[in-house]
């Protein structure tokens, strides 16, 4: 049975967000094409415009893509396009300090370099304001930003930092291996953070070249998505990008091709670590080539859970805990990579053997006919779910930009709704052979096989006329305030015990998310059962007695629906996401999971032995074993007690004491629906699903009273630990107290805020310090949180950076501790990160995510919208003085707990 999405013709759509004729584009402005609601503009200096209304979003994005990436570097010059990112965001003449902008605003702003690309982007709450603004900062920094030797001795630490951060992953290293060792000449075989050696000596003249060759207007694509008027928008775009000249000399494009491989290849990479990974690459097509649909499914055939070739082969024989897949469609020929992983004891040789042998088979076993529908229809909805985002187009919108065409988004689905077996077999047969292989040893062949990789087809061959589907139902747009929201709030609690809220509103493609958790036991029902009850939550998808694991997800596939289980101690969550005419059959489908779960032994001996491989690879991970021994430190409880911390080994341990039998006798005693909370928010029916989820889950009773476990504050003696993590290039420094306030303490409000200042932003003391002035750490924050109606408040602050940097990174943090601490905060300085907090909490209540996790908070603890009212109203009043004595009065310097983990012995030689 197929369902067809509600739609609206692109003259509606027109017509709800301001149409734009030819005879009212600014002038030297004309108008191209137009798919699915975007439209394309272009300015008479070469700036390409993307806009893509959505009337239903609270919030609008904008981002910049520059078609220059670590693809367009020259030798001696790696990691050159990421830096220039680096110095770019710094800010332009007429904003000079863009983060602290961004931070004011509530804006979520970030920038990224890839292979073929660099872009910059900031989201923030819709209003004309703030729109033009950001087009403001973006058109000043195109030809002005400060590319200053200066600035770039402030960034050379946090990128070593941000370069160190990457060291500490075998699995992602071994991937930059496998790529150097497939591309011998072409740039897409370097890493685009680039070599150290490069990136410490280059001088500022060649970053300045960089910049003045590739930042132009006719080398730029402009997205801007969400809520905005597009007439306003695009006059705002003509006014400050229109001036800018294009590139003075034709921007160079780069020539390299990489040869056809000759011969399998093979690199082996030994360093300390607790799992072991096997990656096998194939050289595929461009993004642009229509055989990146079939690579796709067939790397889904070979690896998608649970029904994959290689994870029947290799997880549920158990010879590995996980297997994996990736077809990165770039601008030119690009690789498809398999991978898995395994713990030291299984056999790398053997998985090595497996899946050579069943790549290798696919020439004469072919993926059949159901292998290829059945990858083909998750594709696809994954692709329709992705497009259902405004907010995701945008960013999609410059990735295919940048492999040659935005409309490649729209184009890339089609192929994959029209993959065919014999297409997937075929470019099986073609590309996955031996010699195009990097993994194995060379092996001498009177006739070798040849890949031979087809050039990129012509752009405009391919896009020409194209027209896409219709228009997807666009939605509705809401007032995000909390009062607006209240008001459209259904609030009830089911005789069952359910506390429920619902939501209803129309969605871009009609989409709804739901969220049903569940409460269950007690202290003492739950001592010792930690693992049990984790793994119960985790199983619960992965069969019921009526379907196996297979069939919940083609069912989830022919629903357009995703699901997920997780559980916690004392607790499951159940989250759900479909489209309104299919939420019915997927709360029924859910009931199914939760009431009627198999648990099967070997989804349990799986998930095992994933979870033990999982608890192995925290064993060396600074990040990990910090953050836990912080956490222990406020909480100094016996293993057996629900609510321990426990450390990698003895989470091992318990979960190697858990039979499959004890899940189920542990899930018979608890499970039921008499406490928890059921939250809904998209386009539904709340009358009809308020009938439907008691019939469903009404009478589910829980065999015995649930009482939550306590939490409160402890006294902890203040420590300073040091944790030795060896051969990891990046270190870990955590620091903490906790402080007995809960979030109704009169106190909350300015320590909240406190918080936000100290670290909560890319504008706050914190970051400006550790990173911007010092240069020491790629990503300090801090924050002060909060448990409601508990006492158990606790400041955290934390960094990563290189091992000899970490006491500098203590210094610097206890050094603005005591400054604020002794001197406060400025008036200015409070009134800046106030307007930017309630923003940010604005740009939050539009995304209906952060709305389902609000309302299931408020539903258990029997609040509404006006305790968020009421917060945001109270931080709106706060002076400098209050914030600064709510810090002084609960903050104690000499009683902060430090832990830093890292090779803290290599760092001293």
């Known amino acids: 049975m197929r369902f067809t999405l509600r739609v609206v013709s692109m003259v509606a759509l027109l017509a709800c967000t301001g149409s734009l004729s030819a005879q009212t584009l600014p002038a030297g402005v004309t108008r191209g094409a137009s798919v699915e609601g975007v439209t394309e503009y272009r300015l008479q200096n070469g700036l390409r415009v993307l806009l893509f209304p959505d009337p239903a979003r609270a919030t609008t994005t904008v981002n910049i893509v520059y078609l220059a990436g670590s693809r367009h570097e020259d030798y001696g010059d790696t990691g050159i396009a990421h830096l220039v990112e680096h110095l770019v965001s710094y800010g332009s003449p007429r904003h000079p300090d863009a983060k602290a902008e961004q931070a004011a605003r509530g804006a979520q702003r970030n920038a990224s370099t890839s292979y073929d690309r660099t872009n910059y982007y900031e989201s923030f709450p819709a209003s004309d304001e703030n729109l033009a603004w950001a087009i403001d900062l973006e058109a000043d920094r195109m030809r002005g930003a400060p590319i200053k030797r200066e600035i770039l001795a402030s960034q050379m630490s946090v990128v070593r930092n941000e370069m160190e951060r990457g060291e500490n992953d075998p699995e992602r290293i071994l991937f930059q291996r496998l790529r150097s060792t497939a591309y011998l000449w072409h740039n897409y075989g370097k890493s685009t953070i680039g070599t150290r050696s490069d990136v410490e000596q280059v001088p500022i003249e060649r970053l300045q070249a960089f910049y003045d060759r590739h930042y132009h207007p006719d080398n730029a694509v402009l997205i801007i998505a969400g809520k905005l008027d597009p007439a306003r928008t695009l006059g705002w775009v003509a006014e400050k990008f229109g001036p800018i000249p294009r590139s003075a000399q034709p921007i160079p494009a780069?020539?390299?091709?990489?040869?056809?491989?000759?011969?399998?290849?093979?690199?082996?990479?030994?360093?300390?670590?607790?799992?072991?990974?096997?990656?096998?690459?194939?050289?595929?097509?461009?993004?642009?080539?229509?055989?990146?649909?079939?690579?796709?499914?067939?790397?889904?055939?070979?690896?998608?859970?649970?029904?994959?070739?290689?994870?029947?082969?290799?997880?549920?024989?158990?010879?590995?805990?996980?297997?994996g897949s990736s077809a990165r469609g770039l601008r030119e020929a690009s690789y498809a990579v398999v991978e898995a992983r395994l713990r030291k004891e299984q056999s790398l040789d053997g998985v090595r053997a497996t899946i050579l042998q069943t790549l290798d088979g696919l020439a004469t076993n072919p993926p059949t006919a159901e292998e290829v529908s059945r990858s083909r229809e998750k594709l696809v909805r994954q692709a329709e779910q992705a497009l259902a985002d405004s907010s995701a187009v945008g960013f999609a919108l410059g990735e295919a930009a940048a492999v040659g065409d935005w409309r490649l988004v729209f184009l890339q689905r089609d192929w994959l709704r029209s993959v065919t077996p014999a297409e997937v077999a075929r470019v099986a047969k073609t590309y996955f052979v031996p010699s195009n292989r990097t993994v194995a040893s060379f092996i001498p062949e009177t006739e070798p096989l040849r890949a031979e990789i087809p050039p990129a087809p012509a752009i405009e061959t391919l896009v020409a006329n194209y027209k896409g589907d219709d228009v997807v139902a666009a939605g509705e747009a809401i007032d995000p305030s909390p009062a607006a929201l209240e008001a459209r709030i259904q609030r009830a609690k089911w005789p069952g015990g359910l506390n429920v809220a619902l939501l209803p509103k129309q969605t871009r493609g009609a989409v709804v998310r739901a969220e049903l958790t569940l409460r269950f036991g007690d202290p003492e029902q739950l001592r010792g059962k930690r693992a049990t009850s984790m793994a119960a939550g985790t199983l619960l998808i992965r069969g019921t007695v009526n379907r196996s694991r297979q069939q919940i997800a083609d069912e989830l596939t022919r629903l357009k629906a995703r699901m997920f289980t997780a559980g916690g101690v004392g607790s499951v969550t159940l989250t759900l996401e479909t489209v309104r005419a299919n939420l019915p059959a997927v709360l029924a489908l859910a009931a199914e999971v939760l009431r009627e779960p198999a648990f099967a032994s070997v989804e349990f001996e799986r998930y095992q032995q994933q979870q033990i491989a999982a608890y192995e690879a925290q064993r060396g991970d600074p990040q990990t074993l910090a953050g836990l021994q912080l956490q222990r430190h406020f909480r100094p409880l016996p293993a057996d007690n629900p609510r321990a911390v426990l450390l990698p080994d003895e989470a091992i341990a318990g979960l190697r004491a858990v039979t499959v039998e004890d899940v189920k006798t542990f899930w018979r005693e608890v499970a039921g629906a008499s406490n928890g909370e059921f939250v809904v928010v998209g386009d539904f029916d709340a009358a009809a699903v308020q009938q439907l989820g008691q019939q469903l889950f009404g009478s589910w009773k829980s065999p015995r009273p649930y009482r939550s476990l306590p939490r409160e504050a402890v006294k902890a003696e203040p420590v300073n630990e040091l944790i030795l993590t060896p051969d990891k290039a990046n270190a870990y420094f955590t620091a903490g107290l906790q402080i007995a306030v809960t979030d109704a303490h009169a106190d909350y409000p300015a320590l909240a805020l406190a918080g936000y200042m100290l670290g909560g932003h890319s504008a706050s003391r914190l970051y400006l310090r550790i990173r911007g002035k010092d240069g020491l750490s790629y990503g300090p924050s801090a924050s002060f949180t909060v448990a409601p109606r508990e006492r158990l408040g606790t400041f955290t602050a934390s960094a990563i950076a290189n091992p000899p940097n970490i006491p500098k990174v203590e210094l610097a943090f206890r050094e603005e501790m005591e400054r604020v601490l002794k001197d406060g905060f400025a008036a200015d300085e409070v009134e800046r990160a106030r307007n930017g907090w309630l923003q940010s909490r604005q740009l939050q209540r539009s995304r209906d995510e952060t709305l389902l996790s609000t309302l299931q908070s408020q539903a258990r603890y029997g609040r509404t919208m006006q305790f968020i009212a009421d917060l945001d109203r109270k931080v709106g009043e706060l002076t400098a003085a209050q914030v600064t004595e709510a810090l002084r009065r609960h903050f104690d310097l000499a009683q902060v707990s430090v832990f830093k983990a890292g090779d803290f012995k290599k760092g001293a030689e």
């Open 254 to 323: 780069t020539y390299t091709v990489e040869p056809t491989q000759d011969g399998e290849r093979s690199i082996v990479l030994r360093r300390v670590g607790d799992v072991q990974a096997l990656h096998v690459g194939y050289h595929v097509p461009a993004g642009s080539h229509p055989d990146h649909g079939p690579v796709r499914v067939l790397m889904d055939v070979l690896t998608g859970s649970p029904n994959g070739r290689l994870f029947k082969a290799l997880v549920e024989t158990k010879q590995a805990t996980a297997v």
